[in-house]
């Protein structure tokens, strides 16, 4: 195993009827910034719930955060947590609404000459301005770690940032938000979830065990829960199960101690930044390709996710290895993914060619768990995934 630090101070409130503990957290003299998304919070009375809970708080409120937060809405935002002296942030929504939060968080305090240097600078945050979140939404994980990722449709790029300054004060975790929740959306936070634990355990073998097996238990979790969810997201031990399940795969816990790859979301973000695509949908597209591409470097814990994921007996460690492989992708087809990059978008040809070339350019020469994998290895995986 290797050396780690591992610290994370959000509060988590988990549970039935939570949103109303929102006073309990908020310091009194607090004027508040409450952020919300495309107004999904409106009609299924998770707004009245935060109204209500904020009443004798002094607050504003800014709507309008979308999906794959837009720079250039969320420096409107900005604008008016200077103008109105606001002391403190309350996301209400899913990652997005969660991440845009975050970037106004550090933007709020930032000193620089403008604020998307947060995000091209490499710096990590050490000082944000304090905020809570109210998920609507499992998927990211964002409401328990410290990391956002911020789009700029002008220039097509979704950058990520983060660092100590912007984990959330506390989060509210209310199982009952997901009965209102779009199939789609639904699917995308089951596979994005999936996605992380892969990340961050589809490496090599470090003698990490007890990893290994958190990371094991959340996926069987996923998978255990999923058809429910998608049945009849009301079902509430299936939803709590989800919701947790989706925090716990990327708030920190199981990436101490082993490598970590990171290269599906990295280049998933670029298929988000130049077609649109939903994130959870693009690391569903690179992510078997990925696989199969760095086959030998990840056969050993690919035979081991085959065993005791998929129950995978038969065959040698490379037949084991390799039924994962397709396991994962007829589980995402399964549920209405497609995982290829043509089913998206017409105009695919040389998407590979912009990835790598906007890799060199950031300098990106080595990902994933090795640091090895190149631009012209991420242009093949793209291609692979076409
Ligand atoms: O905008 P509203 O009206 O709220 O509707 C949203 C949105 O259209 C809707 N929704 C959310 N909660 C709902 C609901 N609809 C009905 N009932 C509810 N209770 O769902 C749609 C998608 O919301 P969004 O927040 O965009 O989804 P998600 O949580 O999947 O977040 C995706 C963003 O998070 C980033 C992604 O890149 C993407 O930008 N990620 C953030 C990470 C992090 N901070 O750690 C890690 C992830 O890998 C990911 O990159
Ligand atoms: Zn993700």
């Given at each position: ?25 908020i ?39 979308p999906?794959n ?25 899913g ?14 305090l ?22 809570g ?62 996605t ?8 090599y ?11 094991e ?13 998608l ?33 599906v ?18 690391l ?7 696989y ?65 070339k906007?890799?060199t ?10 640091k090895?994998?190149?631009p012209?290895d ?9």
């Amino acid at each position: 195993m290797n050396n780690f630090e591992f610290k994370n101070p959000t509060k988590i409130i988990f549970g039935k009827d939570t949103i109303a503990k929102l006073t309990e957290e908020i310091p009194s003299d607090a004027k508040v910034l409450v952020l919300y998304g495309g107004g999904s919070i409106k009609k299924n009375g998770i707004y009245d719930q935060v109204k209500t809970a904020l009443k004798d708080v002094e607050h504003l409120e800014f709507g309008g955060i979308p999906a794959n937060p837009e720079y250039s809405v969320l420096l409107e935002a900005l604008e008016v947590i200077k103008a109105e002296n606001i002391t403190y942030l309350l996301a209400v929504g899913g990652g997005s609404v969660i991440d845009g939060t975050k970037f106004l968080s550090a933007a709020a305090l930032y000193e620089g000459e403008t604020p998307w240097e947060i995000l091209t600078g490499g710096k990590p945050t050490l000082k944000g301005m304090p905020f809570g979140t109210v998920l609507t939404l499992p998927a990211t994980g964002s409401e328990m770690n410290s990391g956002a990722v911020i789009t700029n449709r002008e220039t097509k790029e979704k950058l990520a940032m983060g660092g100590a300054g912007l984990f959330p004060m506390f989060s509210i975790l209310d199982p009952q938000v997901i009965t209102s929740i779009p199939r789609r959306q639904l699917v995308n936070g089951i596979t994005d979830a999936f996605t992380h634990v892969l990340e961050q355990y589809m490496t090599y073998p470090a003698g990490a065990l007890l990893q290994d097996r958190f990371a094991e238990g959340i996926m069987q979790t996923l998978l255990e829960v999923a058809p429910s969810v998608l049945k009849d997201p009301s079902d509430y031990d299936a939803a709590s199960n989800f919701m947790w399940s989706c925090t716990m795969a990327l708030n920190g816990l199981i990436q101490k101690g082993v490598p970590t790859d990171w290269a599906v979301h990295a280049i998933g973000h670029e298929l988000t930044a130049l077609y649109g695509i939903d994130h959870a949908r693009t690391l569903a597209i690179i992510a078997p390709s990925h696989y199969q591409y760095n086959f030998e470097a990840k056969k050993e814990k690919l035979a081991q996710y085959a065993e005791r994921i998929w129950n995978v007996t038969e065959g040698t460690l490379e037949d084991k290895a390799y039924e994962a492989i397709e396991k994962t992708e007829t589980f995402f087809n399964q549920m209405g993914i497609e995982t290829k990059l043509s089913k998206y978008t017409d105009s695919y040809e040389g998407t590979a060619e912009i990835i790598s070339k906007r890799f060199t350019e950031r300098g990106w020469l080595g990902l994933g768990e090795h640091k090895s994998l190149k631009p012209e290895d991420a242009e093949n995986i793209v291609r692979m995934a076409y």
